[in-house]
C-alpha cells in the first residue's frame, strides 16, 4: 500500500519561508505525479501546486504561483514544497497526494484525481 509522509508544517511570521515534505513508501516513486493541496475549515480542498514523475513540469495555483516552488527527489522518493513570501491567507492544513501515472507530463488538478493521501502538516502564518 502507498503511503505518504507530510512534514514541515509550523507557525511562521508572515513573508516568511517554510518547507514542507512529503515521503513516499512507493517505488518506482517517479511514476507517480505528486499534488499538494491545502484546507481551511469549513472550506473544500484546494490545489496548491503538482509536479510531474520526473520533476521537470510543474504547475501552481495563481495565488502561488512565483512564491512556492515544488521539487522531488525520487531516489529518496520524497517532494518538497519550498513557500517563500507567506500570506495570512496561506493559512491552512497541507496534504501531499500522489498518483500513478505512465506519462511523465501528467498531472491532475483535483483532489478526487488523487487515492493516496498524506495526512497533513499544518501551517500557521502569524501577521
Known amino acids: 500500500q502507498v503511503q505518504l509522509v507530510g512534514s514541515g508544517g509550523e507557525l511562521v511570521q508572515a513573508g516568511g519561508s517554510l518547507r514542507l515534505s512529503c515521503a513516499a513508501s512507493?517505488?518506482?516513486?517517479?511514476?507517480?505525479?505528486v499534488a499538494w493541496f491545502r484546507q481551511t475549515p469549513g472550506k473544500e480542498r484546494e490545489f496548491v501546486a503538482a509536479i510531474s514523475g520526473s520533476g521537470a513540469q510543474s504547475y501552481y495555483t495563481d495565488s502561488v504561483r512565483g512564491r512556492f516552488t515544488a521539487s522531488r527527489d525520487n531516489a529518496k522518493a520524497t517532494v518538497h514544497l519550498q513557500m517563500n513570501s507567506l500570506k495570512a491567507e496561506d493559512a491552512a492544513v497541507y496534504y501531499c497526494?500522489?498518483?500513478?501515472?505512465?506519462?511523465?507530463?501528467?498531472?491532475?488538478?483535483?483532489?478526487?484525481?488523487?487515492?493516496?493521501w498524506g495526512q497533513g502538516t499544518q501551517v500557521a502564518v502569524s501577521s
Open positions: 497526494a500522489a498518483k500513478f501515472t505512465n506519462i511523465d507530463s501528467t498531472f491532475w488538478t483535483v483532489a478526487t484525481a488523487y487515492a493516496t
Open positions: 512507493i517505488r518506482p516513486f517517479g511514476a507517480y505525479a
